[in-house]
Structures are given as structure tokens and as C-alpha cells.
């Protein structure tokens, strides 16, 4: 579970940005804006990051606050796990990143898995539907939904990219560091259970 600090900082923010976006009273939209910039400092200090900085990452969203949707596409080969290598942190994880409006889920994840690794795929099953905040990852601006959907491989091949600096598939004891922002060694070790009893009902929460 994450630090307290933190899930309440969300939450001002949250309260901060519904505020902002039906408040018309120019007194309650100057309140609104305080509770904003005090989330903003809460989260600055607890992350060691600049206030003005998360500031300006709340400042991106607008209307009544939501969740954001992590997609990460589970596609196994020969008993084997699909990763890749992050260029920014030289870490592993699997394909995958925010989902874009006017995606389905499905049409998410098939998208970051090619331009991710190069493959082409068909999403099959929903493996697994988490609260980031819940399963031990560094802490985070937003609040998360991460979604693990599992997925066939129909073509392609493997493919780097400028985001992407190794493509590779891993038996479930050779998983190579993890991009523990993105993935943890636990949700790695839930896929493969998934893979070995595929009537497994998902996962959430």
C-alpha cells in the first residue's frame, strides 16, 4: 500500500480539480485553486520533485477528475514472457502505457504492443484489472487503473523504436530487471499462474 501522504494529496487535487471545472463564484475558484497548489506542494515534498512542476502536471487535466488507464499487453511464446527494454531507464516491462481516447482496451494494448516490440496481436482475455496504488509501486502523480490484457501473437516481428532499446521473451525465471514504475516482479509472477491455468477469472482490485 502506498503512504498515506500521498492518496490524500490525490484527493485535494481531485476535489481542487471538479471544483475548478463547475465552481463559478470567483471566491470558491480562488479556494480551489489553494487546495490545488497545497496537493501540489504535499506531493513535491513527499516525491523530492518541484512544486511548480506538479502544478503544471495537474494543470493538464481538466472536467471532473478520474482515474488514468494503464494498459500492458501479457503475450507469452513457447512458456515465455514478452518484455521490453525502456530506453529512459534501461529497465523491463511489458508493452504497454496509457490508453488513448476513442480506444477500446483492446485496440489500446494491440496498438502499444506494436509500437512497443514490433508485434502484431490479437487481445484474447482480461487477465487483470489493479489499483497501482495497492500493489507496492513508487508513488505517483496521478491515481492509476493498470489493466493486463492477454494477447496472441498474429504477425510481425521483433522491433526497437525510440522509446524501446531491447525487445526479448523470458522464462519465469529469468526475468531481467524490472521497471518497478511500470511493472512489479509480483504482477510478472500472477501472468505466468494466469498462463499455466488459463480459466483463471480476473484479477482486480
Known amino acids: 500500500m502506498e503512504s498515506d501522504w500521498l492518496a490524500w494529496a490525490r484527493r485535494l487535487n481531485a476535489l481542487a480539480q471538479t471544483g475548478l471545472t463547475f465552481a463559478e463564484n470567483p471566491y470558491d475558484i480562488e479556494r480551489y485553486a489553494a487546495i490545488r497548489t497545497i496537493a501540489a506542494e504535499m506531493i513535491a515534498r513527499g516525491m523530492g520533485a518541484d512544486a511548480g512542476r506538479v502544478l503544471d502536471l495537474f494543470a493538464c487535466d481538466a472536467g471532473y477528475a478520474t482515474p488514468k488507464v494503464d494498459v500492458r499487453g501479457v503475450v507469452f511464446q513457447g512458456g515465455e514472457i514478452l518484455l521490453v527494454q525502456e530506453r529512459s531507464d534501461g529497465l523491463w516491462t511489458l508493452p504497454g ?9 483492446a485496440d489500446a494494448v494491440v496498438r502499444e504492443i506494436r509500437e512497443e516490440s514490433g508485434f502484431e496481436t490479437r487481445a484474447t482475455k482480461l487477465l487483470a484489472l489493479l489499483d497501482r496504488s495497492r500493489h507496492g509501486h513508487p508513488p505517483h502523480v496521478n491515481h492509476i487503473y493498470k489493466v493486463f490484457i492477454r494477447c496472441e501473437i498474429i504477425g510481425g516481428s521483433p522491433t526497437t ?25 509480483s504482477q510478472i509472477a500472477r501472468m505466468f499462474e494466469h498462463y499455466r491455468q488459463p480459466d483463471l477469472p480476473a484479477d482486480f482490485d
Open 97 to 105: 502505457g496509457w490508453a488513448d481516447v476513442g480506444d477500446s482496451p
Open 161 to 185: 523504436s525510440h522509446e524501446i532499446q531491447g525487445v526479448g521473451f523470458f522464462g519465469e525465471d529469468e526475468i531481467p530487471d524490472l521497471s518497478r514504475t511500470r511493472i512489479m516482479p
